[in-house]
């Protein structure tokens, strides 16, 4: 099992930038394809950023550009760099490991940190 725990969610004015930790625990996720989601009231949970054991990347269209997710693998941590933020990327944010080869299947959830953008 992995357990993940989300840090540096905070209020910020539009322009701004914010960087969110995600840290494991229980077992490694080197291995895994990890990715940020974000989610607010009324809205489905969208997919942020992934990134795969092999660095490998992808991003919503909302976000390219302005985004960046890293890992470090020592550090069993991965991150969601924030850059000019939009009062619409407002949401409560989650980091998810995939540890599926040939499937796409988030198995494990943090409890998620809020990010308020003001304009």
């Known amino acids: 099992q992995v357990q993940l725990v989300e840090s540096g969610g905070g209020l910020v004015q539009a322009g701004g930038s914010l960087r969110l930790s995600c840290a494991a625990s229980?077992?490694?996720?080197?291995?895994?394809?990890v990715g940020w989601f974000r989610q607010t009231p009324g809205k489905q949970r969208e997919l942020v950023a992934a990134?795969?054991?092999?660095?490998?990347?992808n991003y919503a269209d909302s976000v390219k550009g302005r985004f960046a997710i890293s890992r470090d693998s020592a550090k069993n941590t991965m991150y969601l760099q924030m850059n000019s933020l939009k009062p619409e990327d407002t949401a409560v944010y989650y980091c998810?490991?995939?540890?599926?080869?040939?499937?796409?299947?988030?198995?494990?959830w943090g409890q998620g940190t809020q990010v308020t953008v003001s304009s």
């Open positions: 998810a490991a995939d540890p599926n080869l040939r499937t796409v299947y988030y198995a494990y």
């Open positions: 229980g077992r490694t996720f080197s291995s895994y394809k």
């Open positions: 990134i795969t054991s092999g660095g490998s990347t």
